[in-house]
């Protein structure tokens, strides 16, 4: 009989053809991203942390994942010497296996505390905690509580961290106690599937991004045949499987009655007629909204699990970068201004201080999503309260760029539905392209900088600023040649 861990059993109740994958053919797994790993590191991060909240603890864990029974002999050896305090104690009832991140025992008695990054409680942490509750009481160790850890984004840091207010509990005893047996049948489910040995027949769906993202996604999904205008954003999927089940697989084939809205026939026609939409008059009135000069604006930002400054909350944005690209008048010369934080130093007070500097009282201020720039500038005027009034003289000012492409004022079938600026420059700015930097996304450009907090390599360090730089100047160049489209 296979024994199945925690990540096992969770795997195999959001998908059992995810977990036969996992045991039977592991090399169709998907290679972890940047982003993908970047999330189990700040989950490591906050474990490593939450420890503070029960100090002098020993780490049962041995050698490597693989070594169980190393792991599992330790802990009973922990136990029985009386420690009352351990990380990562490993448990297993012979067909189960979990690694609880704290066991406390107080007056006798015995407590577990599983440790997430998340800010709430979710339902899939309910299954993952009441799966332990089953192993270690399984095992033999009777628990008289079982708790989830988690970060409570209520916090705001002032001075040095504080890890109570930092994480909040949520005592889950009772739940595990009652979810007992269903832990074990659908223990036995997954079992009999494994013993089976027949991987099971599951279509792909919402299933495979919620709650997270499957790491066998890819192999599910390449054989999946082609639904005409699947890949055009603002076409609703059940449509496009509808079209492919009646057997049209090209754009003359959809019937005239086809129920698409407005704006699907709109994007449908763009697809089969391959003819940019512009409309003029539209247009018009976006430019005539402008004041001269012209700031171009765009932000990146990091969003740390763990608060690093004074008046930061847990994965609030923090601005570490910006580009300015200015125009004095229509057809005039663009200037260029930029600024970027440098680790570990807060980087908002001088962020907005040179923001500021560089924009006079009038012109209007371009931005691609207005709705980003105004939230980080407002939050900054709430957590730097001196710069609040100049900030908030920059609100009215703003035009949101992104507006025109959302409305289809302005459309390409290259854009594939989306107005996504990443979308919108390749289809109507050929010549500029995201695809020739180091850095191509903001999270690239956020993981980027994180990382500068621990580099110590100085070439390195070099490199990745440039490369920072030059992805946030693209973004705001792309701005000014969109408008130049307009």
């Not at 409570?152 to 504080?162: A, T, V």
């Not at 890949?231 to 084939?253: R, S, W, Y």
């Not at 290259?414 to 903001?442: T, W």
């Not at 580099?455 to 792309?478: F, G, H, I, M």
Request: aromatic residues 10%; hydrophobic residues 35%.
């Amino acid at each position: 009989m296979k024994i199945l861990s925690k990540s096992s059993f969770v795997r195999g109740l959001k998908c059992p053809k995810a977990l036969f994958l996992h045991i039977f053919q592991p090399e169709n797994r998907d290679e972890t991203s940047e982003s993908q790993q970047n999330i189990f590191n700040i989950g490591h991060n906050a474990g490593e942390l939450s420890q503070q909240l029960f100090p002098g603890g020993i780490d049962a864990s041995r050698g490597e994942p693989g070594e169980v029974q190393a792991a599992l002999q330790y802990t009973r050896e922990l136990i029985e010497q009386g420690q009352e305090v351990i990380y990562e104690a490993a448990f297993s009832d012979g067909e189960t296996l979990c690694y609880m991140d704290i066991l406390v025992k107080k007056d006798g008695l015995w407590s577990a505390y599983e440790v997430k990054a998340s800010t709430q409680l979710k339902d899939y942490h309910i299954m993952d905690v009441s799966f332990q509750h089953y192993v270690i009481t399984n095992s033999g160790l009777p628990l008289s509580g079982i708790y989830l850890v988690h970060i409570n984004n209520q916090y705001i840091r002032r001075g040095e961290l504080d890890i109570w207010q930092l994480f909040t509990f949520e005592d889950l005893t009772s739940i595990a106690e009652n979810n007992r047996l269903q832990i074990a049948e659908q223990l036995l489910k997954l079992q009999q599937m494994i013993e089976a040995g027949i991987m099971p027949e599951i279509e792909t769906g919402s299933h495979c991004d919620n709650p997270y993202p499957c790491d066998f996604a890819g192999s599910c999904h390449q054989d999946e045949p082609y639904f005409l205008l699947s890949d055009v954003k603002g076409i609703q999927g059940h449509k496009a499987l509808a079209l492919h089940n009646l057997g049209i697989i090209t754009f003359e084939d959809i019937p005239d009655n086809f129920p698409f809205t407005d704006r699907e026939w709109q994007l449908a026609e763009s697809e089969m007629d391959q003819k940019e939409i512009r409309i003029a008059d539209a247009l018009e009135n976006f430019k005539a909204r402008l004041e001269y000069p012209l700031y171009f604006m765009d932000f990146e930002t990091i969003m740390p699990a763990i608060p690093q400054y004074n008046e930061n909350r847990p994965y609030q944005q923090i601005p570490f970068q910006f580009s300015l690209h200015v125009q004095d008048l229509p057809g005039a010369p663009v200037s260029h201004f930029e600024f970027l934080g440098v680790p570990p130093e807060d980087p908002r007070p001088r962020f907005i201080s040179e923001l500021l500097w560089c924009i006079s009282n009038k012109g209007s201020i371009v931005v691609y999503n207005q709705a980003f720039e105004q939230s980080r500038l407002r939050e900054i005027a709430r957590d730097l309260p001196s710069y609040a009034e100049q900030i908030n003289q920059l609100f009215d000012r703003m035009v949101d760029l992104m507006g025109p492409f959302r409305s289809r004022q302005l459309y390409h079938p290259a854009m594939k539905g989306s107005y996504s600026i990443k979308k919108v420059l390749p289809a109507l700015v050929p010549e500029l392209s995201y695809n020739d930097l180091e850095i191509s996304e903001g999270g690239t450009a956020s993981l980027t900088y994180m990382s500068l907090y621990e580099d110590q390599d100085p070439e390195s360090v070099q490199l990745k600023r440039e490369n920072l730089l030059k992805y946030c100047k693209l973004d705001t160049l792309a701005m000014v040649k969109l408008l130049e489209k307009m």
